[in-house]
């Protein structure tokens, strides 16, 4: 038995249960001084009654909504067996929900603190709260789309997958943005509101991780496309243990007068990043080794 480990995983989990506990406490603390304000108020006379309340109101609805998100992001890694540090959809909304409830708080806060009513400001400047929401339109459909992305079963962290043009692993999922790793290892931010709206696929929920290359070929070159399709499959010998037996296939997507545009279908078994640029790396290489000039010697 590893003992060291053991140690670790016992303090880890005193660190966790003392950090619920203390929650709880500054919960405890915050909802008696927001009942006896007044009386801090007499204890600190330089400091506007209402200033205190505001405060002291902002701390305990941001307490409460963190230990809400942690108790229900700890029961549910319990439920699915997840661990500590990992997390998918669900924990992702859970941690987006909570930030949308402390910026609602600061929101209702800044309000309170100038002794401002919620519907008296939005009434009483309405021409502002109109151009206030035109600007924000983009922000509000960002924030929305990624509310409901993160709850569905669509997308998410580390599926390969397809936004628009854009093609990669995803690697972060925000309120207002998903990353993705492209096949050149760039990272490319698409907001939510376009990944909602725009064909999404995703091809770690297929059956097999599918993928495509496409290239161009000069109708100058001589070889045909039995001729290409054998070459290719017999340089990724070395990869039939990820490709499903049967998935490769070539086939002519369009052609003009001076090229032809082909593409190269096959389907892993694994899901790897890495593995798919050496595959397209390999069978782009194929192709320019074994192509030469019609008529050339």
Known sequence: MDWEYVILSHQRRVMKSMSRLLKMVSIAVFVIL??????????????????IGGIVGFLLVASVAEFIRDSLTFFYKRRKGLLHASSDNITIALQNLYYLVLGGAFFYFVLYVFKLRPREFFTGISVISAAIAILLKDYISNILSGVVLSFSDKIK???????GKHKGEVMDFTLSSITLRNDDDELVHIPTNIAYSNELINYTSLD??????????????????QKMEELIHQQLNVFDQYI????????????????????YHYI?????????????????????DHTRIAGAV
């Open 268 to 288: 892993l078994n694994v899901h790897d990043i890495q593995l798919v640029r050496n595959i397209k790396a390999t069978v782009l290489k194929t192709v320019y």
């Open 157 to 163: 962290i580390s599926d390969y997958v397809q936004i």
């Open 244 to 263: 499903q037996p049967g998935s490769m296939q070539l086939y002519v997507e369009t052609t003009n007068a001076e090229s032809t545009t082909f593409k």
């Open 208 to 225: 097999g991780d599918k993928h495509t290359i496409t290239f161009e070929h000069s109708n100058k070159m001589k070889i045909p496309l």
């Open 34 to 51: 927001y009942a006896y304000q007044h009386v801090m108020a007499g204890l600190v006379p330089w400091i506007p009654s209402h200033l």
